[in-house]
């Protein structure tokens, strides 16, 4: 058996006119629809902590779009977890996401690293750099997502039925 090939890492900045707290606690925010996560909700057992278990939830609460683990929480800098999608069939990658207070606002570097060369993860994963900078750049300044990110809250009720029986959040426990 060969030993897979892994992509360089995918490195995306965003510039957000906004405080460093205000980042942060947009994006590690676990008690609603996070609209720059493509309107999923982010669930764990006891909060966001290295080694805790996560899952990206859909709206209706019965799909799990993303799972993994925490692999570093140094607040309000460092958040990087394990990302499998749950309807991709291939290995997790490693999400890291970082953030720099810079020229009065906050610089946000979202990182991706470990995923197989030319798989359906990385090309995903990279066609939604621009979404989830776009969109938490927007919701943190305006309070408002971007244009994209309201038209996925729109259509969301048509992604949650669109998806595979392995999403199911039954088959996706977090202990």
Request: glycine share 8%; aromatic share 10%; hydrophobic share 40%.
């Amino acid at each position: 058996m060969t030993e897979p090939v892994y992509a360089k890492a995918n490195i995306n900045r965003t510039f957000i006119n906004a405080p460093i707290e205000t980042v942060w606690s947009t994006l590690v925010a676990t008690d609603k629809a996070l609209p720059f996560f493509f309107g999923s909700i982010c669930q764990t057992t006891d909060g966001l902590k290295v080694g805790a278990r996560y899952r990206m939830v859909h709206p209706n609460k019965k799909v799990a779009m993303v799972v993994g683990e925490v692999l570093a929480f140094e607040p309000p800098h460092i958040y990087a977890h394990s990302f499998q999608m749950t309807n991709i069939d291939e290995p997790s990658c490693k999400v890291t996401y970082e953030l720099v207070e810079k020229d009065g606002g906050t610089e946000f570097t979202l990182t991706i690293e470990n995923a197989i060369e030319g798989g359906k993860l990385i090309k995903e994963m990279v066609s939604a750099q621009g979404f989830i900078g776009t969109n938490l750049k927007a919701l943190c300044e305006t309070g408002r997502p971007a244009f994209t990110g309201r038209m996925v809250g729109i259509l969301s009720p048509i992604f949650g039925l669109l998806a595979k029986r392995n999403q199911h959040i039954e088959n996706w426990p977090l202990d």
